[in-house]
């Protein structure tokens, strides 16, 4: 620990708090503390770290194939363009200010040293997301038939859907097992409804769009939380598919 050429060979060079400077400068991490204990700290944050690394790509993975899967099948195949650009800056907006809250999130850090496994993170990202895909063109299918809808309407329906489903997708992709089994950060549920709260006031009032009834509203919640359980079903039965290892989307190294 206090010979440098060793410490820069490393891959992660630890310099002790009372380490000489040369050594300080070669090491990757220095230790502003006394003894060895704070290593087991960093260790352990830096793997609850990677957890929300993983658990954000897998969302962002997630949201993009639901998103981009379902504006492209309803122009290609029903020649409707589902949400204007209005509502589409709407939806980042309020997709980032509630995604920043994912690094307070709870998580659980793996207890072996981990690595990234695309293919496993992609398998159930893209689970999510062709769900998610399905959920918007059923609650287009009901608007069209069951409510009726003009075109205005039923893009404010399609809007708000897409707004509170792929929030809901969130909670889904923080977990190997069912969404439960790790307890949300009240930073992350505070941030989720209350953009979520601010979608619902944006299509019930009109804001920058023309307005849709409390009931459609309510409609979309009852459907879309609905839709989240089975989602939740769906992603378990990803891990099942692609061969979940201890920490699921990350392999052990070997």
Known sequence: MNDAPALKKADAGIAVSGATDAARAAASIVLLAPGLSTIVDAIRESRRIFRRMTNYATYRVAETVALLGFISLAVVFYDFHPVTATMIVLLAILND????????????????????????????????????????????HLGQTTFGLDTPALQRLIYLNLSIGGHLTLFAARTMGPFWTVRPSRILVAAVLGTQFIATLIAVNGFLMSPISWKLAGFVWAFSLGQFIIQDFVKMGAYLIVGPTHSGLISRRP
């Open 97 to 140: 200010g509630a995604i920043l809250s994912i690094a307070y999130d709870n998580v659980k850090g793996d207890t072996l040293p981990q690595r990234w496994n695309i293919r496993k993170l992609l398998g159930v990202a893209t689970a999510l997301g062709v769900w998610a895909t399905a959920r918007s063109l059923t609650i287009m």
